[in-house]
């Protein structure tokens, strides 16, 4: 006989792990199966580990900056494996802080992989124990995908391996022009490798607004960040002096560590998910409805692995929804506007809301506010360094659609203005608060002058 649950979780991200953990709160029988590392890949070679690679990346400038303030710094020496063995403490008290969560919460989990056999059966791998289950969650997230089948793949590593490299790389070329490629360029670069990033496109981070991209971008090449747009790597071989790396242009380098970060696929392969009769979009998401339900109903599915808006809070916010609304009698659509989000570069940048280009495309009137200037830490430092701020109004009603910062502490603040902007804040309602003086973010509530307003053409 096999063993009965009311909802087997596949996958211990954080989306599946939040929800195991509330469906088993609304008294669900809850089993959940991992089959590498519980935590998922925001807690264990993702978002955590990431964040904790930029903040020692940054000490780098600080020891620096220190001369203007009238420190002396010793020598300086910078050693990568007690980076990462410190890092992988951590993630490991990470880790069994999630397992003692679930097992408080009654949560079993199983460590295999989970098969989906027939509409309500699921089979793990590691035992062939099979299991029925009366609610199915599919949180398997993502996987990094890198494109084109080229000569040296077995050579390129992705954010899964850079997390673990036993030597640091001198030299370091970074395919992308995403989150993770900007991310790993200023990490590598604040530790002291020669970074190039090649980017297909005309400029990093596309689909953010113009202003931002252009003013990272700058502020990356003044970091020594090398940065080759419109090319793409073609191919890479091992040779005695490193890793040769052959771009479209048929320009060479020569370097430690080739690290792909060109996208990541939906992980939906291999776990039945066709055998279950459950609709997949042609990128291999799960097809799903607001309530995060597939096309077969008591199979639902969230994360990464639906291609929403991937980002852990995300999956965590449709974990908690799918468990509340299955389990707890409330059904909840996850509001997937207007979400804040932060990209670790350096320096870092935080955005919420439309794009100036987003919003000239959707509303009649469009103003736009924006200061660039130095913040005041790089004054005595003598850093070369600008912030960027940006607000994009709605010209006829005067609500903030977006804001756009690039600068220290840039996910901070957007984490904040997000609470506004979720009000439907106007710029009136931003400048009636007093600055908070000497602070960066006082910029938010004293840019006065419009630095450009938009009016639309009307439709012939
Ligand atoms: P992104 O989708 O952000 O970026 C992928 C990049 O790779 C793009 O610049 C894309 O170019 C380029 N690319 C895609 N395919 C190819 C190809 N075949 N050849 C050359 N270049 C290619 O993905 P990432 O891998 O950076 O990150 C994955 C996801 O993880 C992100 O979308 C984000 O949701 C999440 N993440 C979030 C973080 C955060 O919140 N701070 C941090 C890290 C990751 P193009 O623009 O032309 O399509």
């Known amino acids: ?28 029988r809850v089993m959940i199966a991992e089959e590498y590392r519980v935590g998922g890949t925001c807690v264990i070679r993702g978002c955590v580990p990431k964040k904790l690679l930029v903040y020692a990346s940054r000490f780098g400038d600080e020891f620096e900056d220190a001369a203007g303030y009238g420190w002396t710094v010793g020598e300086r020496a ?148 090398r940065i080759v747009t419109r090319q793409t790597v073609t191919g890479v071989e091992r040779m005695e002096a490193g890793l040769c790396v052959r771009l479209s242009d048929n320009e060479q380098h020569t370097v430690d560590q080739v690290l792909f970060a060109t996208g990541r696929k939906p992980n939906s392969q291999g776990i039945g998910l066709e055998t279950a009769g459950v609709k997949l979009a042609p990128d291999g998401a799960i097809v799903i409805d607001g309530f995060s339900q597939t096309s077969v109903p008591h199979i639902y599915a969230i994360g990464d692995v639906t291609n929403r808006i991937n980002l852990t809070p995300v999956a965590i916010r449709e974990g908690h929804a799918f468990a509340d609304t299955v389990f707890g009698g409330r059904p909840i659509k996850v509001d997937h506007t207007d979400v804040p989000t932060a990209v670790f570069s350096e320096p870092e940048c935080g955005v919420i809301g439309l794009t100036e280009a987003q919003a000239r495309a959707e509303f009649n009137r469009v103003d736009i506010y924006k200061s660039s200037f130095r913040p005041m830490k790089a004054t005595l430092s003598g850093r070369d360094t600008r912030s960027f701020f940006k607000l994009v109004v709605d010209g006829t009603t005067g609500h903030v659609l977006g804001c756009h910062i690039v600068g220290p502490d840039a996910g901070e603040m957007i984490q904040l203005i997000g609470i506004a902007i979720k009000m439907n804040a106007t710029k009136a309602d931003f400048d009636r608060v007093m600055a908070v003086h000497p602070t960066a973010a006082e910029e938010l509530v004293t840019m006065r002058e419009k630095a450009a307003s938009y009016v639309r053409e009307a439709a012939e």
């Open 78 to 225: 910078f050693d990568w494996p007690t980076l990462i063995a410190n890092k992988d403490r951590e993630i490991a008290r990470l880790e069994a802080a999630y397992i003692a969560n679930l097992e408080r919460a009654k949560v079993e989990i199983v460590k295999s992989r989970a098969v989906i056999e027939n509409t309500h059966h699921v089979r793990l791998t590691a035992t062939g124990e099979t299991v029925r289950a009366k609610y199915i969650l599919v949180a398997t997230g993502g996987r990094p995908h890198h494109g084109a089948d080229i000569a040296g793949l077995d050579c390129v590593i992705s954010s899964n391996e850079v997390f673990d490299l036993k030597e640091f790389p001198r030299r370091i070329l970074i395919q992308g022009g995403g989150y993770i490629a900007v991310e790993f360029a200023g990490i590598f670069n604040g530790l002291g490798s020669e970074v190039t990033l090649v980017y297909r496109g005309d400029n990093i981070l596309r689909g953010f607004d113009d202003d931002l991209r252009a003013h990272l971008r700058t502020e990356m090449e003044k970091r020594g960040i």
């Open 1 to 28: 006989m096999a063993r009965e649950v009311d909802l087997f979780v596949i996958g211990a991200g954080s989306g599946g792990v939040r929800a195991a953990r509330v469906a088993s709160s609304h008294g669900a």
